[in-house]
């Protein structure tokens, strides 16, 4: 998760200014009976589905700078509707 990650690199950023492409409800998918219960995506299936990028590939080294580089591509694809939604106060985010 990204607050692991930023923890494990010892960064404190601002909740207002993060980006969880995980929590981000575009990207997430519906599950449960009526399809009302929200789930993350595999990163993996969110930036070549949006971006076009392979990581994560089976048989190969998992690469977290890859990880990194892919998850801003996705958000820099998503940003100018994820920024609209949050200054319309839909946050986008859980």
């Known amino acids: 998760a ?3 990650d930023l923890s ?12 969880d492409t ?14 009302g219960k929200l789930r993350p995506r595999k990163l993996r299936d969110l930036v070549y589905e949006n971006v076009g990028m392979r990581i994560q590939v089976e048989g190969e080294a998992h690469c ?11 958000f820099k694809y ?6 609209k939604e949050l200054e319309k106060g839909n946050k986008g985010i859980k």
Request: proline letters at 4%; aromatic letters at 6%; glycine letters at 4%.
């Open 2 to 4: 990204l607050k692991n």
């Open 8 to 19: 494990a690199l010892m960064i404190s950023h601002p909740r207002s200014e993060i980006r």
């Open 22 to 35: 995980a929590r981000y409800k575009p990207f997430m998918r519906a599950t449960g009976r009526s399809g």
């Open 64 to 74: 977290s700078i890859d990880d990194a580089r892919a998850s801003m591509e996705l």
């Open 78 to 83: 998503a940003r100018s509707r994820w920024e």
